[in-house]
Structures are given as C-alpha cells and as structure tokens.
C-alpha cells in the first residue's frame, strides 16, 4: 500500500493551493481519510476527515471555511483544498488512511504518505 501527497509548494498569504493524496493497492472507499499537518516545532494534527463514502466530513476549528476535503474514489484519491492561505498553514501536509471508522488516535491509522511541503509567505 502507498499514499503519495502532491500539489504542495509556495504561495502567498491569501493565496490557494490544491493538494491531492494517490492511493494504490488499497480498496480505498473502505478507509477513511484524513489530512493531518505538521508546522516548524509543532506537533502533527488533524486538519480534516472524510468517510469513506465522502458523506461525511469534519474540519479542524483554526480551517473550517477555508479548507475543503473530498475524495474521487474510482480514482483512489483524497483532496485538500485550500484557499485564503495564512502563514500559519505553512507545514507538511501528510495524508493517513484507516480501514472502517474515524478514531481520533493517530496510531490507529494503518497507512501514511510521506507529506508535501506547503509554505504561505510573501
């Protein structure tokens, strides 16, 4: 199993970037999805969660109105996009797949990317 992030790079503030998260050898509308982020010096968190069927969906506070989560899964891939960027969502973007239900534990997550690099500044 491999989750590869892309669409990461440099924006400025107020600016949109679109990241996308490729699944291979995965019955993807199994798992659910989630993007987490990692900034300088900080602890990895949740930015959003999708259900496997893409019906339900959940945003981190700091995000919500922002940043949108969906998932095309004849494709296998989970999206994030983000728009009015700040300098505060600059991180890696890392995706992570878990078979069945949502948890809030990172460990129960089976399968991870290696994240894309998302810098907002002027």
């Known amino acids: 199993v491999q989750l590869v992030e892309s669409g990461g790079g440099l924006v400025q503030p107020g600016g949109s970037l679109r990241l996308s998260c490729a699944a291979s050898?995965?019955?993807?509308?199994?798992?659910?999805m989630n993007w987490y982020r990692q900034g300088p010096g900080k602890e990895r968190g949740l930015v959003a969660t999708?259900?496997?069927?893409?019906?339900?969906?959940d945003y981190w506070d700091s995000v919500k109105g922002r940043f949108t989560i969906s998932r095309d899964n004849a494709k296998s891939t989970v999206y994030l996009e983000m728009n009015s960027l700040k300098t505060e969502d600059t991180a890696v973007y890392y995706c992570a797949a878990k078979r069945g239900a949502y948890s809030d534990l990172r460990i129960s997550y089976d399968y991870w990317g290696r994240g894309t690099q998302v810098t907002v500044s002027l």
């Open positions: 999708i259900t496997g069927a893409g019906s339900i969906t």
């Open positions: 050898r995965l019955t993807f509308s199994s798992y659910v």
